[in-house]
């Protein structure tokens, strides 16, 4: 039977209260935002090894952890799906690894989007993000933002559900840049 093998390096990155560093989602050049909750990640490259792997990605697309991330063990999970675009089985073989940052260092020169719930047209959905942080992190790729956050490892589990996209879409269409966020709260503040 014919099949494609795609291996994978995906990061488990905690920090020292053991929430996950994860990508929740982007933002595209118009402005649309798409919830996506999944461990930061690439492809890796023939003959490359998990750790070299890594190495390449955090150097390439999270520049501020390469210097106050100690990477640990790794677990190899093996999973095949059915892929429709090339008629086909794919095997994913996919290398987690265990890493620690020191999150302030690592996020010090990072923009954050803060919640913003002022924006909910529906009081209802108030109660369908009380539970998410607050803040999320913006990290330039390309002509995209990519969007994360700190979750528990249950947050994570429940959001990576495709059927919590849109709690996750709601969440993140109440952020807004930090700055301007500020500039807001200091505008209110003024006309006291």
Sequence with gaps: VLSRVVSLVALRIFNYEKMMFVQVGSQGKNGGVTGSCKLPGSKRRRGELPHQAVRRFVSSKLPTFDDCMEVGD???????MPSPK???????????????????TALSSVSRW????????????LELIADLPHVVYNIPEGGEIQLFAWLTPSQFERLKSPEEKTRLEVWLQLMRMEDAFEENVDARFDSL
């Design 74 to 80: 790794f677990t190899q999970k093996v999973e095949t």
């Design 86 to 104: 090339y008629g086909l089985n794919t095997t994913y073989l996919r290398a987690e690894l265990d890493a620690e940052v020191d999150e302030e």
């Design 114 to 125: 803060r919640m913003d719930t002022k924006q909910l047209k529906d009081p209802a959905d």
